[in-house]
């Protein structure tokens, strides 16, 4: 009897291990058909940039700077970067700045805040959107580091939407 559990035993461990090996491959395979890792669905696929209101942005980013290393680069922001897990080699960037209270760059928001989506295939997703009857503010901007668009949320928020180059 004691044989008979351990053979059964045996063949579950190996069976469960074939069925995880199969299931590894299968899921490599989807990932290379694209089929998990789907670029072209529009949709986010992180945050591009935190932007706030202050009374002085200056004397906020020194603040910051002196306080909690957040350097500060050519265009007032700070840049933090990180990898793309599916993609290893490519670099990713999150802008973080402080913009002087009352500046329009947020209008018509009436938030102290706006937060910038990094998406995958704006211009798809710009149709969706549409579709849904969200209020599109403006078209589709391109420039030397990609593209960008923006839109109200249900709660008057605005958000900006930029797919990288």
């Not at 351990?6 to 290379?32: P, W």
């Not at 933090?80 to 500046?103: A, C, H, T, V, Y």
Request: glycine share 6%; proline share 4%; aromatic share 10%.
């Amino acid at each position: 009897m004691k044989k008979v559990s351990v053979i059964t035993l045996l063949s579950l461990l190996i069976l469960s291990c074939s069925t995880s090996d199969k299931t590894n491959n299968t899921i490599n395979t989807y990932k290379q058909k694209g089929i998990i890792m789907n670029d072209s669905i529009p949709k986010v696929t992180g945050i591009g940039g935190i932007f706030f209101y202050t009374d002085n942005p200056k004397e906020t980013k020194e603040w910051y700077t002196k306080n909690l290393g957040i350097e500060i680069n050519a265009w007032g922001s700070s840049s933090f970067e990180s990898r793309n897990i599916n993609r290893p080699d490519e670099i990713n960037s999150l802008q973080w700045k402080p913009f002087k209270k009352g500046d329009e760059y947020f209008s018509p928001s009436k938030k102290d805040f706006m937060i910038n989506y990094q998406v995958q295939n704006i211009e798809e997703l710009v149709d969706k959107l549409k579709e849904n009857g969200v209020t599109i503010l403006d078209s589709i901007a391109t420039y030397d580091f990609g593209k960008f668009v923006h839109i109200m949320d249900a709660e008057g928020n605005k958000i900006e939407l930029w797919e990288p180059k």
